[in-house]
């Protein structure tokens, strides 16, 4: 979805800051994610100004990032009592809605935005992913097209129309669309990247691979051209995802992350992590010291807060961490990459359960990460996480990379890693973690405990 962030009024001239002027600094920060000082400001403007609607609408969307979107919901329709006429807020109101997933009240936001600016494509192209998510395709594409009809430089809509028809099995419109968005904005990543997917879709690698050696030589540096065309290409191939890579994939829709899995693609690892982990843990009674490792925006922490008595979470993205504090459950999250955290000398024999939810998705090999696993957990304690099942394809090294940029594993291969690093495995069942591009993705969920005798327990479920 597209966020507005623009005041109603411009920053006024003057010797000291005004009420517009501190309005625009904030939200300057707020874009730089320094979201301390922008909070600070809109506290000023609105102890200054009870009821600015500005202050209201932008401490809604700051309070959004930082995971609290019930909060945000109530600051936007404060804004919008003030200020009902203003479309931007009925626009980034349908935002939140959908981010919730209620999405009757974002079509009714949405649809309000359109009316009150009729000729503003971001709103059409808004309503027309709306459309999409909740299966409209004859009104997705309608309000897709007029989006680019009234603004034809819409990269964003040209790369959703190109959704839109690769999930109806269109590739060549879709191909067309993606391209079409890369000549509108050849330095965004996203139209590379979803042209790359959609050569990969139809079965066309060597294309894709060439799209993201194309995108490689124009942005050298880029992580995420990197990682793609070693993904398509099969050349030099990291180990795991590199931090840069990670970072930026996960820090640029942050905001977006859980309505887009959620709501859009079935999401269901946390659930099937935290159900599989429970059905072995002693009745909850917030007693375990529990790691989330690769904690996201912290979709795991409420399933398995019940279970803790100190919950922590690492990961490597600032926007998610910041989405994972607005959960509340968490006592301390820290920005580092999972495996450094568990090797850290302070981490041994530190916990009682290490989880992992859809983030080995981003390792090759796994026996570094599961031996700091071992290391890191109390004898006896749990480890639990997914990957994606790469079948048949997987067995002869055990993982692979696929051309969307994260890796497979074999069970046999995830079985050998945990059990050469001092665990038992429990559970190795295989499910379906999401949808992607209309299919399922098939993953492992594994439950394993560390520094037990093989044997000397329950026996293993597995796959």
């Not at 820290?334 to 983030?359: C, H, I, K």
Request: proline share 5%.
């Amino acid at each position: 979805m597209s966020e507005v962030l623009q005041p109603t009024a411009e920053p006024e001239a003057g010797s000291e800051l005004s009420i517009p002027e501190a309005i625009v600094y904030a939200t300057r920060l707020q874009r730089q994610r320094q979201l301390d000082g922008a909070e600070a400001l809109y506290g000023r403007v609105l102890e200054a100004v009870p009821g600015h609607p500005d202050a209201l609408h932008f401490l809604g969307l700051l309070r959004f990032q930082r995971g609290r979107p019930e909060e945000a919901v109530a600051l936007l329709l404060q804004a919008i009592a003030q200020a009902p006429d203003f479309a931007d807020f009925h626009g980034n109101l349908g935002n939140l809605y959908t981010a919730l997933g209620r999405l009757a009240e974002a079509e009714e936001s949405y649809r309000r935005a359109v009316a009150l600016d009729p000729q503003r494509a971001d709103f059409h192209n808004n309503l027309g992913v709306l459309y999409r998510v909740t299966g409209d395709q004859e009104r997705a594409e309608a309000e897709l097209q007029r989006a680019v009809e009234l603004d034809p430089g819409h990269f964003r809509a040209y790369n959703n129309l190109g959704m839109l028809y690769a999930a109806q099995d269109k590739q060549q419109q879709a191909v067309e669309h993606y391209c079409r968005s890369i000549t509108l904005m050849p330095e965004h990543p996203d139209g590379h990247k979803l042209l790359g997917l959609a050569y990969y879709t139809i079965g066309q690698i060597d294309e894709a691979a060439e799209v993201f050696r194309q995108w490689l030589v124009q942005q050298p540096d880029d992580p995420l051209a990197r990682h793609m065309y070693a993904a398509c290409s099969g050349r030099d191939v990291p180990t795991r995802a590199a931090d840069d890579y990670i970072v930026q994939t996960f820090d640029s829709f942050a905001e977006s992350f859980e309505e887009q899995l959620q709501t859009r693609l079935s999401y269901k690892a946390p659930e099937l992590v935290v159900g599989a982990l429970r059905r072995h843990l002693p009745p909850p009674a917030r007693q375990l010291q529990v790691l989330d490792a690769g904690c996201g925006t912290g979709l795991c922490g409420p399933l398995i807060s019940s279970h803790a008595a100190h919950l922590t979470g690492v990961d490597l993205s600032v926007g998610m961490l910041q989405r994972a504090e607005g959960k509340a459950c968490y006592d301390r999250l820290y920005r580092m990459e999972l495996t450094a955290f568990l090797n850290l000398p302070e981490q041994a024999g530190a916990w009682d359960v290490v989880l992992s939810a859809d983030t080995l998705c981003y390792f090759g090999p796994l026996d570094g990460v599961c031996a700091a696993a071992g290391r890191a957990l109390r004898a006896g304690g749990w480890l639990a996480f997914s990957v994606e099942d790469g079948g048949e394809r997987a067995l002869a090294a055990g993982h692979l990379i696929n051309p969307h940029g994260r890796y497979a594993h074999s069970a046999g291969y995830v079985r050998k890693c945990l059990e050469d690093a001092g665990f038992v495995v429990v559970e190795l069942q295989p499910a379906t973690l999401r949808t992607e591009g209309g299919r399922p993705v098939v993953g492992l969920i594994v439950v394993a405990q560390a520094g037990r005798a093989g044997g000397s327990g329950e026996k293993s479920r597995t796959s």
